[in-house]
């Protein structure tokens, strides 16, 4: 076999400066999304830069939570590494803590600007996934957030580029591209969700629908996954946060369907 080269995961060097691929997707996949989340806050009569305010504030704080998260539940590697607790770059950030993050400054900026925050979540939700289909090509580029070992007869099955391929080959073995089935769920619920936001929705329920949605894909590829952050060494946190999220997703809307039916008819 030919020796398999994988993607070097540095962009460029400026001194004593290196920036990776993985920081330039992140910051790529933020700044699309913005965009069209302003775009369509314009449509709806927002003030021009309500959501580049927004992830002015958003993406750090989201970032650090989603850090916090990972390194909270990886906590006896980083209390014998403490000096990696900080090392973003290298990967190993968890989504949900990222979410959680956005979630708490969206309630608070929703306050400040007086714009109700069903209203502001659910124009952020098509940003929200577009941004995490995009970003799931920096775990590419790290080689990371992988599945468990295949051929490579069964990826050239699957019709992948070279590229994907050769990447997927790490320490002389071959992995399932989760990521790559990850991001392309997350894209599809984009499409989804941009082709029913003119539909006659309640308030809250794209965002809702966001969750639900990113939550059933994001349970069944995590049990393909080799590198999740487990509880109590048994259970993996990210199944059981979706399965919570579809949860609450759901209830929400059945709720807010009910509520808004019984003020209709007066009750």
Do not use: C
Not at 93 to 108: E, F, K, P, R, S
């Amino acid at each position: 076999m030919s020796e398999v080269t994988a993607l070097d995961r540095v962009a460029f060097e400026f001194g004593s400066l290196t920036v990776y691929w993985y920081g330039i997707i992140i910051m790529a996949g933020a700044l699309i999304g913005v965009i069209l989340a302003n775009r369509e806050g314009t449509k709806q009569g927002m003030p021009k830069d309500t959501f580049t305010d927004f992830i002015l504030i958003a993406l750090p704080i989201s970032l650090i939570f989603a850090r916090l998260y990972y390194v909270l539940f990886n906590w006896e590697f980083y209390l014998d590494n403490p000096g990696k607790i900080i090392a973003i770059w290298q990967g190993g950030i968890a989504i949900h803590g990222a979410i959680l993050g956005g979630t708490l400054v969206a309630i608070w900026y929703s306050r400040r600007k007086n714009i109700p925050f069903l209203k502001l979540a659910d124009i952020l939700a098509p940003s929200l996934i577009l941004g995490q289909a995009i970003g799931r090509w920096g775990n590419f580029m790290n080689q990371e957030a992988h599945g468990g070992v295949v051929t490579r007869s069964f990826l050239e099955n699957l019709y992948l580029p070279d590229f994907i391929i050769n990447q997927m080959y790490i320490d002389g073995q071959y992995y399932h591209p989760t990521f790559l089935y990850e991001s392309l769920w997350n894209f599809f619920i984009f499409g989804l969700l941009i082709f029913v936001r003119r539909k006659n929705l309640v308030q809250g329920e794209m965002f809702f629908s966001y969750l639900i949605l990113y939550s059933v894909g994001r349970f069944f590829i995590e049990g393909m996954r080799t590198d999740s952050l487990l509880l109590f060494d048994i259970i993996r946190i990210a199944q059981l946060v979706s399965i919570s999220l579809i949860i609450i997703g759901i209830t929400m809307i059945i709720y807010r369907r009910k509520n808004i039916h019984l003020k209709s008819e007066g009750i």
